[in-house]
């Protein structure tokens, strides 16, 4: 009866307890009191980068383990169809409202519904950044009011959340995948990577492309994205939640009917089949003619546009042979094909990569937008310093709470179970 209510008082409210959600019951308060807790997790370490656009965090789960959430601030240059026009530098197609500026300003229009009133639903951050413009000093004119909120408005913060601890798909060039499975998130420790996110920036976007495959853990990352989306709570829209997999065929199928608008992407790292076996082991499972069928298949019933992701490793999948071959599959397609050049991560017995050379990415690139017409970006890499970019997702158990600019090298190391004791939320 008063569980949903308090949930959305306490998102709306974070610092607040139940004992302030509005007509508790006193009885209520007290079963809330002896037996649960606001949060199963907790974060015990977080990482700023140098330039300050990443935060990592190191989130602790109630039974001991450990997964790292990663939240990022971008610039959105490719709002601007001018920009787009001239060619100018695209956002990341992990952030799916920057991709067509037309569909963005749509979104702009949509965020806020005429005549809702302030402190509504999904509306209060929104609110208190308005009240705060416009309680500014009358010196400031309306010019530079336009260019502050202009400049608020080409600011874009990203979630990349974690679904496993570890993961058991194997991917050779992924720090993640060199952890094995250790095991599963519930629904409600997902969510709260958002809640922690949240008081580090206003989070628009949501990728679940941190440690695990999402569709290995199905149940609880549909359960986690119907909360996320839900305008009861935290209101993204499904358009902005990105589900991103290796290539669970029967998950993929069903992805469509479960979470309709949400966006797929699929990584895929090589353009045959030959290939993908060698440096994503799961390709044995699931070949990739049978993949691209279900893809091609999820986007007919979903009319969804497909995100492609490409790590590109120096040579092994980034040559000009392989940009002719990722071109003829997909040629046609109504995708966005990101390029990820590969980020170095702790590897003492290899296999052993490297990160592109000089100017093949762009060649690489050129290719699939001249030849093939694909739309084509390349990822705008963020969080290097503190092992928070793609890829390089590891679990460590050193280091205190709070945020700091230290630039450390995530290495593997083992991840305790610890027993359960105490409250639970």
């Known amino acids: 009866m008063h569980a949903l209510r308090m949930w ?63 939240v990022m601030t971008y610039e959105a240059p490719s709002r601007d169809p001018q920009l787009l026009a001239a060619g100018a530098p695209e956002v990341d197609p992990h952030l799916p409202v920057d991709h067509s500026a037309a569909a963005a300003a749509q979104d702009e229009q949509q965020e806020r519904p005429a005549g809702r009133a302030p402190g509504a639903e999904g509306g209060e951050e929104e609110d ?87 569709l290995n853990n199905y149940e609880a990352v549909r359960s986690a994205v119907a909360m996320m989306t839900d305008s009861k709570y935290f209101g993204l829209r499904r358009r902005h939640v990105t589900v991103s997999t290796v290539g669970v065929i029967p998950r993929i199928k069903q992805l469509a009917e479960d979470l309709p608008g949400v966006s797929l992407a699929l990584s895929l790292h090589a353009p045959t089949q030959e290939l993908r076996l060698q440096i994503v082991p799961s390709a044995r499972a699931y070949k990739l003619d049978k993949l691209m069928e279900a893809v091609r298949s999820y986007q007919a019933n979903s009319s969804q546009r497909v995100f492609y992701e490409y790590v590109m490793l120096s040579g092994v999948n980034d040559g000009e042979e392989q ?82 600019k230290e630039a450390t090298k995530d290495i593997e190391d083992s991840v305790r179970k610890v027993k359960l004791s105490g409250p639970v939320a």
């Not at 762009?362 to 793609?390: K, P």
Request: aromatic share 6%; hydrophobic share 40%; net charge negative.
């Open 128 to 214: 208190e950044e308005e009240a705060e413009a416009s309680s500014s000093a009358p010196s400031v004119t309306a010019a530079g009011a336009a260019a502050a909120a202009a400049a608020r408005a080409r600011k874009r913060s990203t979630l990349c959340v974690s679904s496993q601890v570890g993961c058991q798909m194997g991917c050779t060039f992924c720090a993640t995948g060199t952890m094995g499975l250790k095991g599963h998130l519930n629904a409600g420790e997902i969510v709260e990577q958002l809640v922690h996110a949240r008081a580090v920036a206003r989070i628009r976007n949501v990728v679940f492309m941190g440690m695990g495959e999402p």
């Open 8 to 70: 959305g008082w306490l998102i709306r409210n974070p610092s607040a307890t139940w004992h302030d959600v509005p007509d508790m019951p006193k009885a209520a308060l007290a079963l809330l009191d002896k037996y649960f807790v606001k949060f199963t997790t907790k974060v015990i370490k977080c990482q700023n980068s140098s330039d300050g656009s990443t935060t990592k965090l190191l989130v602790e789960l109630q039974d001991g383990m450990q997964v790292e959430a990663v």
């Open 323 to 404: 940009a002719h071959q990722l071109g003829q599959l997909l040629k046609g397609d109504d995708v966005v094909i990101n390029l990820i050049p590969w980020n170095p991560i702790y590897q003492p017995e290899g296999p052993f990569f490297e990160a592109p050379r000089d100017g093949s990415v762009g060649t690489f690139q050129s290719i699939l937008r001249h030849q093939y017409g694909l739309h084509t970006t390349i990822r705008q890499e963020m969080g290097q310093d503190i092992s928070g970019a793609c890829g390089q997702l590891v679990i460590e158990t050193s280091g205190a709470g709070g945020c700091s």
